[in-house]
């Protein structure tokens, strides 16, 4: 007699695998496959007047091609909310602060942050001021996202079936809402003040201004007026103000990566006759991308080009007459206020010789499985109090201790304001000529961006576009004393007076986030610019031909040498060294191409070498403010980051003007640094002192050399930050321990353990 315990546990296992298999088709099929777009076939639409043919191409990149522009803009929404709802989703929350409602406590932090500075409030200003035609073009793109949200009830995107999100119908505050988190994600400086705030407190002004070549020297004056103990809570409120919104910002996105550049050539440059328009968007890097391209075309209206979900129209592309490019014009649109509250009552501030109200705006703020926080935001006649944001800690429950006191900081900032923007882009994909390109960009406020123009007749032009503030008495490079009536913005720069350029004699034009008009142009626009090596290496190229090609564009926008590092690098490659990592770095560098590709051993050595020599420089007399200055808060060793860049171009000039320098001496031991040991006297480029007493190469590059590049980017991190046992492992790795040759299926660095990944 056989035993029914093997059939009973056949059976139960049976059972489970067929739990199993339905619970994976619950969670794959129904929750993850359900909602992705359909691609081919008939939808009944509602809201569409006639209908309307969608067709993709090889790169699935729709056509739309509708009977009227109310059917056009519907459909437009519904491709939006059928391929990134999800993204669309996020945006809106991240503008309106809701992101704790379905992520918890910890967005809580991002949440609160986007309800001070208040893109949503600003958005129902603008919304209130909305043109009847502007407005009309919002409501028919919502119809065309409500009408997909109401037909995929639990279809939306696999995200949202994940989260269990609620997704309420959407709306053109909705559009005008992330319309402001983007702007606000291209606008600058007022993180620049506070750091340029602790750069005075450690250095004297004099010497604090000389970090940056195009700061002023009186600039430092600015805070004139402001008493000892307020500098002091200041400096402290400064410190903790941008350390606890880089823990936010993780949740908002932007920062790191970002940039732009976009040139334009005439046609007598062109091998077809035509004019050749390139723009090239360094946004940050998303899956998917912010960028969602498409072609639309109705009786009345045709254009293609690169949309953002959730928002209509173009943001760059072009229709039949014209093309348009768009780079970040890094002009300076925000800043700091100290404000002075009544000894009685914070919510009073000193104006002049009386006392201002200001406005207080409670924000509850819904948080998943946990108690609703409501965010007292004080707003003051320049903008949210936006020290209103730092708290002390983050105890149990992720609830906000008690904000900290210190000085509060008011944000002024451009897109505060009313403004048609969104009515200057519906403009710009009816322009037909330079004319109605400028007339469209003359109502443009935020973000103040550098527009790139070609038309098909062959004219080429460059103009910036955006509000720009009119500082009286001073250039907004430092918070200043809100209570002194000098200290207002006038109206903005008229929109004529702003820099442009018509059909140069070049027959070129190159926009790189550079500087826009010389030191004779008759206003302040910033100091925030790039330092201009990505646009002299466009110029470069374009230089290099006589007519170009839609390829050559291509080729331009994909090339990877740096002219900062084909500047730097001779300094480098005259050290010499008797260790033989260090040697084998320098042969690397000396045979260099100067090219940043990714498997570039050389490439990575000089980034290397570069980081840790700008913290040998500028670190140890920077002291509490070398992070902010040198980007290390973001990303330590490649980092995108207004003062690092303008650090590294500092750097340079040091050593190509200077013999000595307060920058060379230590500052701690009031000694000069030992020189570095330079090879034959005839190979240094330019004075032979000039870097006599800078450091020699010091820093180990085991890890560099044999690497993969972004394998070692992420030891160089480590290292950066403290683990020294991941910088100085000499001894191992030399023992075969640490590294191998670069490999296209593997880790480059493997210790201990620890694997890295060795490509992105």
Not at 144 to 154: L, R
Not at 713 to 740: F, K, P, V
Request: with cysteine; hydrophobic share 40%; net charge negative.
């Amino acid at each position: 007699m056989f035993s029914s315990l093997p059939i009973v546990l056949v059976a139960i296992l049976f059972l489970l695998a067929l739990v199993a298999a339905a619970l994976f088709m619950y969670v794959y099929w129904w929750r993850l496959q359900r909602p992705t777009p359909k691609l081919e076939g008939k939808l009944h639409v509602a809201g569409l007047a006639q209908p309307v043919e969608v067709l993709r191409d090889k790169h699935g990149v729709p056509h739309v091609y509708a009977q009227s522009e109310a059917d056009l803009w519907r459909a437009q929404g519904w491709l939006h909310a059928q391929d990134r709802m999800w993204q669309m989703e996020q945006a809106r929350r991240i503008a309106s602060g809701r992101l704790a409602e379905i992520f918890g406590a910890p967005a809580l932090d991002a949440d609160r942050f986007c309800r001070i500075v208040g893109f949503r409030r600003a958005a129902e200003a603008e919304l209130a001021e909305l043109d009847p035609e502007t407005r009309q073009v919002l409501e028919w793109y919502s119809g065309g996202i409500n009408a997909y949200i109401a037909t995929h009830k639990g279809r939306l995107a696999a995200e949202i079936n994940l989260l269990r999100a609620q997704v309420d119908p959407w709306t053109p505050l909705d559009t005008l809402a992330c319309a402001k988190a983007t702007a606000w994600s291209m606008s600058v400086n007022w993180e620049s003040e506070l750091t340029r705030l602790r750069l005075l407190h450690e250095l004297d002004p004099y010497t604090a201004a000389d970090l940056e070549p195009d700061y002023p020297g009186k600039n430092p004056l600015l805070l004139e007026g402001v008493g000892s103990e307020t500098k002091e809570r200041l400096l402290a409120t400064a410190g903790l103000l941008l350390s606890q919104y880089e823990n936010a910002r993780a949740w908002l996105g932007g920062g790191e990566g970002q940039g732009s550049n976009s040139w334009v050539v005439a046609p007598r440059h062109s091998l077809n006759r035509r004019a050749l328009l390139c723009a090239d968007p360094h946004m940050n890097v998303q899956l998917p991308g912010p960028i969602y391209e498409m072609h639309l075309s109705c009786p009345t209206l045709e254009f293609s080009g690169a949309t953002y979900p959730g928002q209509p129209a173009l943001a760059m592309g072009h229709n039949h007459a014209i093309a348009w490019g768009v780079a970040n014009g890094l002009v300076d649109t925000q800043d700091l206020y100290i404000e002075k509250p009544h000894p009685d009552d914070p919510t009073q501030f000193a104006h002049g010789d009386h006392w201002e109200q200001a406005q207080v705006v409670e924000e509850v703020i819904q948080v998943r499985r946990s108690t609703a926080h409501v965010e007292r935001v004080v707003i003051s006649r320049h903008g949210p109090i936006i020290t209103g944001f730092l708290r002390s800690e983050t105890p149990e429950g992720g609830k906000p201790a008690q904000p900290q006191i210190g000085a509060p900081l008011a944000l002024r900032w451009t897109g505060h304001l009313p403004s048609r923007t969104l009515a200057a882009q519906l403009a710009l994909t009816r322009a037909t000529d330079w004319e109605g390109f400028r007339a469209a960009l003359a109502d443009w406020a935020v973000p103040v961006q550098a527009f790139t123009f070609a038309d098909a007749r062959g004219n080429i032009g460059f103009t910036l576009a955006g509000r720009v503030p009119q500082r009286a008495t001073n250039l907004g490079l430092l918070p200043s004393p809100g209570w002194d009536p000098s200290n207002e913005w006038g109206e903005p720069i008229p929109f004529e007076e702003l820099p442009q350029l018509y059909n140069p004699p070049s027959g070129k034009i190159v926009v790189a986030n550079n500087k826009p008009a010389g030191d004779d142009y008759g206003h302040f626009l910033g100091i925030e610019f790039d330092p201009g090596w990505r646009a002299a290496r466009i110029e470069e190229m374009l230089v290099e031909k006589d007519r170009y090609t839609i390829r050559d564009m291509e080729e331009i926008q994909q090339d990877t040498l740096s002219k900062y590092a084909q500047a730097m690098t001779p300094w480098f490659t005259l050290l010499r060294s008797e260790d033989p990592w260090e040697k084998t770095a320098l042969q690397f560098l000396r045979k260099w191409n100067f090219r940043m590709d990714s498997d570039s051993q050389a490439a990575l050595c000089f980034h290397y070498i570069l980081a840790h020599l700008m913290q040998m420089v500028w670190g140890d007399k920077l002291r509490s403010a070398h992070e902010g200055f040198l980007g290390v808060a973001g990303t330590p060793l490649f980092p995108l980051h207004g003062f690092r860049l303008r650090a590294e171009t500092r750097l340079l000039d040091l050593l190509n003007s200077h013999e000595e320098s307060f920058w060379y001496a230590d500052v701690a031991g009031g000694r000069q640094r030992p020189g570095m040991r330079f090879r034959a006297h005839d190979q240094r480029p330019g004075h032979l002192g000039h870097a006599g007493t800078l450091v020699r190469l010091s820093v180990d590059l085991d890890q560099a050399i044999l690497a993969d590049t972004h394998a070692a980017e992420y030891a160089a991190l480590r290292a950066m930050r403290g683990c020294a046992e991941a910088l100085h492992a000499r001894r191992g790795q030399r023992r075969g321990e640490a590294l191998a040759m670069p490999r296209r299926d593997r880790a480059a660095i493997e210790r201990d353990g620890m694997r890295a990944a060795a490509h992105v």
